[in-house]
């Protein structure tokens, strides 16, 4: 059963807004959407998360979807730092309700 | 604050070798998590602890086992190492279930031979 579904790569240029799109249609009805990223050899890091309503803070901001089944990510200018495997999680039976990460999506920031 | 730390960074083991991870927090988080990551892959929970005393399996439990004796410390052991537990290791913690940040260590890179 699919859980999350996320490009396996995408690409931007510096400076430029980026939008990380997640598929997660088996998601709950409480269940938060969260986002984690993996910088190249560390472990992963909170972004952001939310339920319903758009969310930002002073890293991105979370767009979801009116049915819940995917949102995005805005990375409203990216730069080199921001060269990371991003991760859209929610909390699954399978993991005793903690958090599935999925494979994520690798965003390379072109300079 | 160090913040989440483990121990060791690196390790080599051959199979049927045994030996125990360490995993330190300095936040009082009730919650803490031991994550596997393979090549490529995406993290995968191996047993987590809603607090001290308590241990539960997650997605991947097999071959693994854990003990919370210290609120602060979460140990992941491996009895008989084998080659498919070649993988780099993440701690992790939280402050409750409800709470939505994880705090992740910088990882242990384990190659068992």
């Known amino acids: 059963d699919a859980k999350t579904t996320q490009p396996n790569s995408m690409e931007s240029n510096e400076e430029e807004p980026v939008h990380l799109p997640c598929n997660h249609s088996?998601?709950?009805?409480?269940?938060?959407i969260h986002w984690y990223r993996q910088l190249p050899s560390q472990g992963p890091e909170y972004v952001i998360h939310?339920?319903?309503s758009n969310v930002n803070n002073r890293m991105a901001s979370l767009a979801i979807a009116e049915d819940r089944k995917s949102s995005t990510l805005i990375l409203h200018r990216a730069t080199l730092r921001d060269a990371a495997v991003y991760y859209c999680?929610?909390?699954?039976?399978?993991?005793?309700?903690?958090?599935?990460f999925g494979t994520g999506t690798s965003l390379t920031v072109i300079p | 604050n160090a913040g989440v730390t483990q121990t060791p960074k690196f390790r080599v083991l051959k199979t049927g070798q045994s030996m125990t991870l360490l995993c330190a927090q300095d936040?009082?988080?009730?919650?803490m998590y031991w994550y596997r990551q393979d090549p490529g892959m995406g993290l995968r929970l191996i047993h987590y602890?809603?607090?001290?005393?308590?241990?539960a399996k997650g997605e991947v439990p097999d071959g693994y086992n854990v003990s919370r004796l210290k609120k602060q410390n979460f140990l992941l052991g491996l009895e008989s190492a084998a080659p498919s537990q070649t993988s780099v290791y993440f701690c992790?913690?939280?402050?409750?279930?409800?709470?939505?940040?994880?705090?992740f260590g910088p990882g242990t890179r384990l190659l068992v031979l």
């Open positions: 992790a913690s939280s402050y409750e279930r409800g709470a939505e940040t994880q705090y």
């Open positions: 088996t998601i709950s009805g409480t269940d938060y």
């Open positions: 939310g339920l319903t």
């Open positions: 999680i929610f909390r699954h039976p399978n993991t005793g309700n903690q958090f599935y």
């Open positions: 936040m009082n988080h009730e919650y």
């Open positions: 602890s809603v607090g001290e005393g308590t241990t």
